[in-house]
């Protein structure tokens, strides 16, 4: 039987290279595009606050490779590649969505001590496994024996590093956390994510609401651009639109997606990228992108031009346009984090994504943050999540 093979920075372009396309099936097809654009670009050159460069676990029985990250001291990396960044950086300033002064006064003061012992404890000494660097990692259907192989795998060849795998929930990946807890993974909550199914299960109230979104691309003269409809020449736009609404209104924190990516994306379909474009001035001013795996779709990529007015309601029609597409193609939609009530709204449910660590292997001054993470969020956080509905 075939086991898992690791292919580290310099093996992997050769594998790459190696790799037939027309008889993958169309998930591993596009894994591998994902990894050959960021091994050939170089990642900072398309997402520009992550400094490193990716693995790969591939098992050729399954024709199934994950992409993997390796990191040590990046605490100001994105957090899609830094923990600490996540659970310190991040959580700082998601402190001021919270109406409580006294929460924010308590929590704020826990941070800095934290950050102090996150840092002591080389806390970002991780392996993260299926990490494409992606605010949602979608994950391939393994058995219990293959995500155990897997992990075996990493660990052996990782022995100073914490082995950790982001973006899981109760919904979409049951196994995985049923397989990683029974072999001694911590379960650290991350955030809450929304989960939309299809307009068929959705309360007819959630119906109106989308059917009234999507009517404002006529009331207010967009149409919408496919993928083969934008092209090189748009990537600036994307890239800006994108950074309006994800780094400058919401967090620095998010992954940096540079016009070099919107240039490749484009070109090697690394997502499906859709925009809106104005009648009148023929302006592109929204765009979103999605990509999907094993019947689930996620869309790292959304933004739109903030400085226009907000009745527009240029946010409703991109969700709506989402919405659209993910009924289309029959999937069912990861929402990610954040606007929690403008989902709810329109029918999606609500799940506490983890990230499932080992740290067993490792000395005990080093698993001491996560230690302490792990009851802390799942006492303190969740509650909080879950009133506040982040």
């Not at 594998?15 to 169309?26: H, I, R, V």
């Not at 404002?216 to 083969?228: A, D, F, M, W």
């Not at 924190?253 to 499906?272: C, D, K």
């Amino acid at each position: 039987m075939s086991e898992w093979s690791l292919y580290e920075e310099q093996e992997l372009t050769n594998w790459l290279m190696g790799q037939g396309e027309d008889s993958l099936p169309a998930d591993e097809h596009q894994t591998l595009r994902w990894l050959a654009a960021m091994q050939a670009e170089g990642v900072p050159a398309l997402v520009a606050n992550v400094n490193t460069s990716l693995r790969a676990l591939h098992h050729e029985g399954l024709g199934v490779t994950l992409p993997i990250s390796v990191g040590s001291r990046e605490y100001g990396d994105s957090y899609v590649f830094s923990p600490y960044t996540h659970y310190i950086s991040y959580a700082r300033e998601e402190l001021a969505l919270l109406e409580s002064r006294i929460a924010r006064a308590a929590l704020g003061a826990i941070l800095t001590p934290a950050g102090w012992l996150l840092r002591s404890s080389r806390f970002n000494r991780a392996v993260q496994v299926n990490n494409r660097l992606l605010s949602t990692n979608l994950y391939p259907a393994l058995s219990a024996e293959e995500i155990r192989a897997a992990a075996l795998k990493l660990l052996r060849q990782y022995p100073d590093h914490s082995l950790i795998f982001r973006s899981l929930n109760a919904r979409t990946t049951p196994l995985y956390l049923e397989t990683l807890t029974a072999l001694g993974f911590r379960l650290v909550p991350s955030r809450q994510v929304y989960l939309y199914d299809s307009p068929d299960h959705i309360p007819s109230k959630a119906r109106w609401l989308l059917k009234r979104d999507y009517g404002l691309l006529e009331k207010h003269g967009y149409e919408v651009i496919e993928p083969q409809g934008l092209s090189a020449d748009d990537a600036p736009r994307l890239a800006e639109l994108y950074k309006l609404l994800y780094l400058d209104k919401y967090s620095r924190h998010n992954p940096g997606f540079t016009p070099r990516f919107f240039e490749v994306a484009l070109q090697e379909e690394l997502l499906q990228l859709y925009a809106l474009r104005s009648r009148s001035t023929g302006r592109l001013d929204a765009v979103l992108g999605y990509y999907k795996q094993e019947g689930l779709m996620t869309t790292p990529v959304f933004g739109y031009d903030t400085a226009l007015p907000q009745e527009i309601g240029l946010y409703r029609m991109l969700s709506a346009v989402l919405l659209k597409r993910a009924a289309e193609e029959g999937c069912l939609l990861h929402e990610s984090a954040g606007a929690a009530q403008f989902k709810r709204n329109r029918g999606a449910t609500a799940e506490i994504e983890y990230s499932a660590v080992y740290d067993r292997h490792l000395p005990p001054y080093r698993r001491v943050g996560w230690a302490l993470l792990s009851p802390l969020l799942n006492r303190v956080g969740v509650p909080i999540m879950r009133k506040y509905k982040f």
